[in-house]
């Protein structure tokens, strides 16, 4: 006869039995990282009551992650972004500190070693796209302004693609740059526009059986680095774009909304650059946290 009292004590007697296992791990910091994730992971299969065939279901799963991961594609790290994960522990790990710029996820796309543009230059590289005027500056939470800050910049061309996601080996909608001795900065870039992330594996089966959309909101990436301050790493979001409130990676924050102002076609241009046709600007100041005590 099952006993519902009696069937209780087995289960946590079991989650018990399995956190003890990790009593004798020498170091305390990995012992309590397996006794959360034990608990934690018996308290769900409990919870929802985890059939067999679903436990299967899962180790299939991950077990085609793992296929489908190489050193190009990470499919490990897109489910962590979409299931939230990704940005939890970016949350996490940057509480509010003064005024500075908040994170958000770094996605698979940063490539170590991006051209060089000068102040003004332009990050474009030939990919398509409406131009983009950026400018801003890069000040420390304590308002002193950062000369030579190392600006990084990616993001994807007007059809969704990175320059990685081309078929040849062509560098483009990538660069970076430093900050004047005044810590401002300004490029052209185009105009982003949104994309799916990777969909065509397991993450994206499990995004289409969810009822889950692949698509990023529009956003344009930074990686800013100073001595003496801590890396940050963001995007910048459109403001008025709809997908804004359904980024399937939760990197949104709202105070990286900025506005992209349309510029119409003959409008002149911040450096006289000579357009055809429309083209955007928009302002992003950066902040960095400063003091050794938080340096990533
Ligand atoms: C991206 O913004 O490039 C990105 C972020 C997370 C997952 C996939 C793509
Ligand atoms: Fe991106």
Redesign the pocket.
């Known amino acids: 006869m099952n006993n519902p009292i009696e069937q209780r004590a087995r289960e946590e007697e079991l989650v018990e039995r399995v956190v003890r296992s990790f009593d004798a791990c020498p170091d305390p910091r990995l012992r309590q990282l397996m006794a959360g994730l034990v608990r934690h992971l018996h308290a769900y299969i409990r919870e929802v009551g985890l059939t067999e065939q679903e436990w299967g279901q899962a180790i299939d799963f991950l077990t085609r992650c793992g296929h489908i991961t190489d050193e190009k594609r990470q499919e490990f ?2 489910l962590s ?2 299931l939230g994960a ?1 940005m939890q522990t970016i949350t996490v790990n940057h509480q509010a500190y003064g005024d500075a710029t908040e994170a958000t ?5 940063f490539v170590e070693g991006s051209p060089e543009v000068p102040l003004g230059g332009d990050i474009s590289g030939g990919a398509p796209g409406e131009p983009c005027w950026v400018e801003g500056t890069v000040t420390d939470t304590g308002g002193k302004p950062l000369a030579g800050a190392l600006i990084e910049v990616w993001e ?1 061309d007007e059809d969704g693609r ?1 320059d990685v996601q081309y078929d040849d080996d062509r560098t483009a909608a990538r660069g970076h740059l430093y900050a004047d001795d005044q810590g401002r900065y300004s490029f052209w870039a185009v105009t982003p526009t949104p994309y799916p ?2 969909h065509d594996g397991p993450v994206g089966q499990l995004l289409a059986a969810t009822g889950r959309s692949p698509m ?1 909101a529009s ?1 344009l ?1 930074f990686m800013v680095s100073h001595r003496g301050c801590r890396r940050l790493i963001t ?1 910048i979001f459109v403001r008025g774009d709809e997908l804004l409130d359904s980024d399937t ?1 939760f ?1 949104v924050r709202e105070s990286l909304v900025k506005g992209f102002e349309r510029q119409p076609a003959g409008t002149s241009t911040p450096d006289g650059r000579v357009v055809d046709g429309t083209w955007s600007k928009v302002q992003f100041d950066i902040v960095l946290e400063t003091g050794s005590k938080r340096l990533a």
């Open positions: 790290i897109l972004d979409v990704s996820v770094l996605g698979p796309f994807a990175y992330v990777p990023r956003h990436h995007h990676v990197g």
